[in-house]
């Protein structure tokens, strides 16, 4: 979706749904890389913002971060 239609959707600012989403992406990819413990201070987020977000990352996983399904020979 567009950032007008979230915003339109949820009752937000486009500019708030643009810092979620951007909060959101600089969360998954410092966890990638970081212990959850280390993401409130690299990110500038309160620990309970930075868990909301580690919590929706198995739903927003990118292609090459999804786990390939290997094919069983039967």
């Not at 979706?1 to 600012?13: C, K």
């Amino acid at each position: 979706m567009l950032t007008p239609d979230i915003a339109a959707r949820t009752y937000h600012s486009k500019e708030a749904v643009d810092r979620y989403i951007r909060g959101f992406e600089r969360v998954r990819l410092l966890a990638s890389k970081f212990s959850k413990e280390e993401l409130p201070l690299l990110s500038g987020m309160s620990e309970l913002l930075i868990e909301q977000y580690l919590q929706l990352l198995p739903d927003h996983a990118t292609e090459k971060e999804k786990p390939h399904a290997t094919a069983s020979t039967t």
